[in-house]
């Protein structure tokens, strides 16, 4: 598929969502893939299969197998994504149950850091991955920007500590994680498992006071009662309200300003690693 139609579809499939952040890795990511649509791609913690959707969109004869533990997740990613070339299974990061050299391509984006052992997860998609394919993670970024979460940065930086990661409704950047990442930190990692890196990417500064707490805390809970349905990433709309322009435009108002890289001393949302095998 040429290059250009793929970008307008992605560029289309994107406009929908209303989180800048998570639009800018996907973005990267699809393009960090590097893919013709013939390769058989692995996603770990796939969640209600956004990927698989967006994958499945841009390009029709890609074999996509999807893991995740949860179930009532796995229902309804295989609801949302019927296609032959799909596959869904409840599977284990950390003993995926596959041979060794299976997967064109392996990625797993915000799983990382759920992870109790990172390093185990990053040894087994190495492990599934065959001789010179592409793997891409993405995790956040312990030097988040102070308006992606104000309430923790002064938490971490005033009194070395954070809201709990288990006050999901609170916890911010910290929901239901292990850890947060610092950039030579993941490195270390991806290469003490035997990965190359290809590329890292410092991905979104800029951005509204209060986002995470905005879209997550606040906003996810109103959508997923279902009382803004065309706000639900999961759902693909062809046309949108007056409101729908409005809410993305006040988001999105400051992300024109940021660069799918950045200097090591700029705080970002998310790192992302291109690595190789």
């Known amino acids: 598929m040429k290059i250009d139609l793929v970008e307008d579809k992605l560029s289309s499939y994107l406009f929908h969502e209303l989180d800048p952040a998570f639009a800018r890795r996907a973005r990267i990511l699809v ?15 796939c969640g209600r299969g956004y990927y698989e959707g967006l994958l499945s969109f841009l390009y029709q004869n890609l074999r996509l197998v999807a893991i995740d533990t949860n179930d009532r997740y796995l229902d309804i990613a295989r609801k949302m994504n019927q296609s032959q070339h799909i596959e869904f299974l409840n599977a284990d990061a950390l003993n995926l149950p596959w041979k060794a050299n299976r997967f064109d391509r392996v990625f797993a984006t915000e799983v990382l850091e759920h992870l109790p052992d990172d390093t185990k997860g990053l040894s087994e998609m190495y492990r599934v991955l065959k001789k010179g394919g592409i793997a ?36 911010g950047i910290w929901a239901d994680h292990e850890r947060l990442y610092e950039k030579n930190e993941l490195i270390d990692k991806a290469r003490s498992v035997g990965f190359s890196v290809r590329r890292v990417f410092l ?14 805390s606040i906003g996810k809970n109103i959508v997923e009662l279902g009382l803004l349905p065309e706000c639900y990433r999961f759902r693909s709309l062809n046309h949108h309200s007056k409101f729908f322009s409005f809410l993305r435009s006040f988001i999105y108002v400051r992300d024109h300003k940021n660069r799918d890289t950045e200097a090591d001393d700029v705080s970002t949302v998310n790192i992302i690693l291109v690595l190789e095998k």
């Open 203 to 216: 991905s979104t500064h800029y951005c509204i006071p209060f986002s995470h707490f905005l879209l997550y």
């Open 31 to 45: 393009q960090s893939l590097r893919l013709s649509g013939r390769e058989k791609v692995l996603e770990i913690g």
């Open 136 to 171: 891409v993670i993405t995790v956040p970024n312990k030097h988040y920007p102070f308006f992606w979460d104000p309430l923790n940065w002064v938490l971490e930086r005033m009194f070395h500590t954070h809201v709990p990661k288990d006050i999901w409704w609170l916890a």
